[in-house]
């Protein structure tokens, strides 16, 4: 697990979804005019979360004023899945899905996929 991935709070999280969405390194001006659009951003805050991404070990810059994730998005996912569990369901995935059941959250085809998932991929298990 990537721990940089636990430094990443919500604001830099965006920053990151930018990133993701491209195969390349991402020029900061389209970075900033994304989140211009997407979140009304003033330049100067997109700024200081590149830079903040950076000092954290993030992101890094390839060229000058091009970015790339260092962190990936499966690597943040699986951070923020397992931070979750530990905080919310004392480290128990067990207890989690027992909540979504109970709670009436997982549909009946639902739980059959997760079902022939945990069978190795068949329902006959």
Same mark, same amino acid.
Do not use: C, D
């Given at each position: 697990m990537n721990f940089n991935a636990e430094k990443i709070v919500d604001s830099? $999280?965006?920053?990151?979804?930018? %990133?993701?969405?491209?195969?390349?390194?991402?020029? %900061?001006?389209?970075i900033l005019q994304v %989140? *211009?659009?997407? *979140?009304?951003? *003033?330049? &100067?805050?997109?700024?200081?979360i590149v830079r903040n991404l950076r000092i954290k070990g993030s992101i890094e810059l390839i060229s000058r004023g091009r970015y790339a994730a260092i962190v990936t998005e499966s690597e943040f996912n699986e951070? &923020?899945?397992? &931070?979750?569990i530990k905080k919310m369901f004392d480290g128990s995935a067990k207890k989690l899905v027992v909540s979504l059941l109970s709670d009436g959250q997982l549909?009946? *085809?639902d739980?059959?996929? $997760?079902?022939?998932? %945990?069978?190795?991929?068949?329902?006959?298990?």
């Open positions: 830099e $999280l965006e920053v990151m979804r930018v %990133l993701w969405q491209h195969n390349e390194p991402v020029e %900061l001006n389209e %989140l *211009k659009v997407k *979140k009304g951003w *003033k330049e &100067s805050t997109t700024k200081t951070w &923020s899945t397992y &931070s979750f549909k009946e *085809k739980i059959a996929e $997760l079902y022939a998932e %945990l069978n190795g991929g068949t329902k006959n298990g």
